[in-house]
């Protein structure tokens, strides 16, 4: 049996430090600068800047065709087109036309508050939207408290819970 005590190689013995190769540090800072990139137009993307009817008309110059949402109330001058719907909104006593691509929410109707999402026309006066997202007020929630508390439980009112 051997008793002698076990040491540390002597430095000259140990194997040098692996260098890595310049390959892997450029791969790295590639993969880095395309996650930055990646994160920038995600973040930039998805921020939709939001304006009163009114903000949107007084900013109409810089606002330009940049995509933007807007919100006003809808007036009585709502008609059906082939493609959509056109009405104007108001607030502040500044009124938008507008020219909607597409059907309507089914709560949608004069004198209700809206938010649009879409752009100023290149060369024309309308707002021209895309989407019509309702607004409701504190009135839908005390008509509709069972159908709101039903939603967040995800049960019906009409069928027993299981």
Known sequence: ??????????????????????????????????????????????????????????????LGDKRFRVQGTVQDDVATTAEGVTFTISFNGVDVPVVHDGDPPQLFEPGIPVVLEG?????????????????????????????????KDGQSGDSPAP
């Open 119 to 151: 752009h100023w026309a290149a060369d024309a006066e309308p707002f021209l939207s895309d989407e019509i997202l309702v607004k409701h007020d504190a009135q839908y929630e005390a008509d509709n408290g069972d159908r709101i508390a039903d939603a």
């Open 1 to 62: 049996m051997e008793l002698t005590p076990r040491t540390a190689p002597p430095p000259s013995e140990t194997t040098p430090p692996r260098r890595r190769s310049p390959w892997a540090y450029g791969i790295l800072a590639v993969v880095l600068v395309a996650v930055g990139v990646v994160a920038y137009q995600g973040l930039t993307s998805a921020s939709l800047y939001f304006y009163n009817a009114d903000e949107a008309v007084a900013q109409r110059d810089a």
